[in-house]
């Protein structure tokens, strides 16, 4: 699976967009962009996941660059509830695989 | 959507006991299911790999006669900490994954971990 890279920590006001940024430069043609979210304590949420196109849902919208070796999630009005450890996964699409590697994320601090 | 549920939530015990930690796919079934482990303030790392009806697939430097895995069905995974130490407290977190019939691209969807305390 392709490696990720994330920064280590971002701030956002509560109320603004949250932009968090995941590089993923050795992606190959079959291997989907998954997007965690961990809480203190608790198991990894799925929020929103994308092959090629842009996506969205209720929780969060997923920009996938043209080359697909960049990606950005973007939670558009950040909550308090929101601060998070965030993974960025890239993970191969096969029914009998599809590990993920875990990197060490991005810290999300949503501030009021 | 697809619900994970993982049993115990937490567990202390003395050194030496085994501990099994259940992990079950509420709505869906599931041929493979994940095992990871989490130390304070480092990530998830993937111990192994859990396929229905055969033998987990172990990630390198895991000992597969330490933590036993069962997949017996396609919607219950387990795994049994063997006499275990101090070393081996950590939070254990399970996933599963809706497969087959088009759902190949499908996410893992987590258990709300297991935090397993050795004294």
């Known amino acids: 699976d392709a490696k990720t890279t994330q920064p280590t920590s971002m701030d956002c006001a509560e109320g603004r967009a949250a932009n968090l940024p995941c590089n993923h430069s050795?992606?190959?043609?079959?291997?989907?962009v998954y997007w965690y979210r961990q809480i203190h304590s608790q198991g990894p949420q799925y929020i929103i996941h994308?092959?090629?196109n842009n996506e969205t849902n209720e929780m969060a919208s997923l920009i996938i660059t043209e080359d697909r070796k960049s990606s950005t999630l973007i939670l558009p009005h950040a909550t308090l509830r929101d601060t998070a450890v965030y993974y960025c996964?890239?993970?191969?699409?096969?029914?009998?695989?599809?590990?993920?590697?875990f990197g060490d994320g991005t810290t999300l601090t949503v501030k009021p | 959507g697809a619900v994970v549920s993982q049993h115990p939530s937490w567990v202390i015990c003395k050194s030496g006991t085994s501990v099994k930690i259940e992990c079950r796919s509420l709505?869906?079934?599931?041929?493979?299911m994940f095992w990871y482990r989490q130390f304070p303030k480092q990530s998830l790392m993937l111990m192994a790999t859990?396929?229905?009806?055969?033998?987990?697939?172990?990630e390198q430097g895991v000992e597969k006669d330490k933590f036993l895995i069962n997949h017996a069905s396609l919607t219950l995974s387990t795994l049994t900490v063997t006499s275990a130490h101090p070393e081996d407290s950590s939070f254990y977190i399970c996933?599963?994954?809706?497969?087959?019939?088009?759902?190949?691209?499908?996410?893992?969807?987590f258990g709300d971990g297991t935090r397993l305390s050795i004294l």
């Open positions: 996933s599963a994954k809706r497969q087959g019939g088009g759902y190949s691209n499908q996410p893992q969807h």
């Open positions: 050795t992606i190959s043609g079959n291997e989907y």
């Open positions: 994308g092959l090629k």
């Open positions: 996964i890239v993970s191969r699409r096969d029914t009998n695989a599809g590990k993920s590697t």
């Open positions: 709505d869906f079934q599931a041929t493979t």
């Open positions: 859990s396929n229905e009806g055969s033998k987990a697939t172990y």
